[in-house]
């Protein structure tokens, strides 16, 4: 119940397509869901986060629609750019809850984005 | 600058070693993490720690340790019971247990001879 499922493994976009990354989650106590950038060899940075009280949320040209009743999230990348060539995770977690915060991860998407 | 060092970048283990990889963060973060992350997979808690001189096992703890002597620094060890232990290792901290963002190291490569 604690995983979260997310999809594509990969994905291939072109320049200024739109790039879409799928996650689904069980534990109807997850209150708070945010999505990772992450390049080779670095660390993860957090892009963009979004709790379930409301239903979408959009910073530039990343964008989380959240759906609480199918208890699924997505990612939406915006005039994709090759420099969003990188690998995405999202995670989620019980912030206010006993389990101090914990974040369940994904698998992870590698997205490559064509010139 | 504010954030979250880790060293050394790379790191090489003989058979039977324990080695040490190094966490500081100057973000007076309460909550600091220890993550494991191998290709293709996500990432793996190890251990974490809520608060000075106190940590808990995470989700794949055999083969490691970790003090937490100080706010700014956790430490992690691995060690020789530890069979597989070729990995990326990320340490992350947060402003306190139940805040879910979490701010990650730049990582450790842990190579085995």
């Known amino acids: 119940q604690q995983q979260v499922k997310q999809s594509p493994q990969s994905l291939i976009v072109q320049k200024g397509g739109i790039s879409i990354i799928n996650c689904a989650y069980e534990n109807t106590a997850f209150d708070y869901f945010p999505w990772y950038q992450q390049f080779p060899g670095k660390g993860p940075a957090l892009l963009i986060a979004i709790r379930p009280d409301v239903s979408e949320k959009k910073e530039g040209r990343f964008t989380i629609s959240f759906n609480k009743s199918a208890k699924q999230f997505s990612l939406h990348i915006m005039d994709s750019q090759p420099g969003d060539s990188a690998t995405y995770f999202c995670?989620?977690?019980?912030?206010?809850?006993?389990?101090?915060?914990?974040?369940?991860f994904g698998q992870g998407t590698i997205l490559t984005v064509h010139p | 600058d504010g954030g979250i060092t880790q060293s050394p970048k790379y790191l090489f283990r003989k058979e039977g070693q324990n080695v040490t990889l190094s966490c500081e963060q100057n973000?007076?973060?309460?909550?600091m993490y220890w993550y494991r992350q191998d290709p293709g997979q996500g990432l793996r808690l190890i251990y974490y720690s809520q608060i000075v001189n106190d940590f808990q096992k995470g989700d794949i703890a055999e083969g490691y340790s970790v003090s937490r002597e100080k706010k700014e620094s956790f430490p992690l060890t691995v060690t020789s019971a530890q069979k597989n232990p070729t990995a990326f290792y990320l340490c992350a901290s947060s402003i306190g247990p139940s805040v879910g963002t979490q701010y990650f190291g730049p990582g450790t490569r842990l190579l085995v001879l």
């Open positions: 995670a989620a977690s019980n912030a206010g809850g006993t389990s101090y915060g914990k974040l369940t």
């Open positions: 973000l007076n973060h309460d909550a």
